[in-house]
């Protein structure tokens, strides 16, 4: 019975869509975006474009012409020794890369960092940073026009717009807000009843994502002070642990110092 099941479950899997963050294949829209991106930073008139990333290829065996520059999307657990290997043969390049791991790599290229939620075709939803070293002794830099690109490209492909209510419409979301930032807060039936929406979305036949209660101004009122507690509680979770710098490190410090002009 078992050997059955393994074999059904294997048999199923054949068929599921991969989501693993090395096989996350770049939509056509999201590489000429960062392509038009990169050329208006970097001059690439005459520089032929390499993508050696696919299955069954090895980057390493793949021709590079005098003068290329590879923009291409590496696969990301391979991430340190790619950058290493195009450092050491001076081979230019502009890699997509995993955002949360883009400082992760003591070596000369530039962190791009960028942060936008990008959609690849597997569906995989991964925040995307970039690594190139295009960008002379740039250490790191932030990139808030591709991000603005990338996140514009994004919304364009979501289906679900996002809605704003106003403080009287009490939704699953507001309590959600509530519970995952440590604020208790309890309504009692007497000040609300429940709506699939409000009579503005009537006409445009739209309803509440998941069903509402329209709240009386007493609860509305408490609400509002709960969701400004929670987002007060937020803000304090990020900026928690101060972290100090050592006397070696000052001295590190003091000698980067005396570099600069
Ligand atoms: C993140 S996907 C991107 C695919 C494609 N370049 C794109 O932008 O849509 C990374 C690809 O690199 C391939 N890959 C894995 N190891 C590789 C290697 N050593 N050399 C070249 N490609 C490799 C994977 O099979 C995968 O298809």
Known sequence: MKKRQDDYEAFVAKFERKRT????????EVYDIVHGWLSEQVDLRGA????PFWPDTDYRRVEYPDGCVVVDNPPF???????RWYLERGVRFFLFAQHKTIFNLDAPYTRLVCGADVIYENGAAVRTSFASNLFGDTLAMSVPDLYERLTTAMRSKDPLPRYSYPSHLLTFSDLSRCASHGVALSIPRSGATFVRRLDSQQAVKKYIYGGGFLLSDQQAARMEEALREADRLKAE????VAWAISDREREIIAQLS???A
Do not use: L
């Not at 963050?21 to 056509?28: A, G, I």
């Not at 657990?77 to 950058?83: D, G, N, Q, R, T």
């Open 258 to 260: 005396a570099g600069q």
């Open 77 to 83: 657990s391979k991430f340190a020794e790619i950058i």
């Open 21 to 28: 963050s090395d096989d996350c294949y770049t939509p056509p």
């Open 237 to 240: 979770k990020v900026a928690s």
């Open 48 to 51: 032929q474009i390499v993508r």
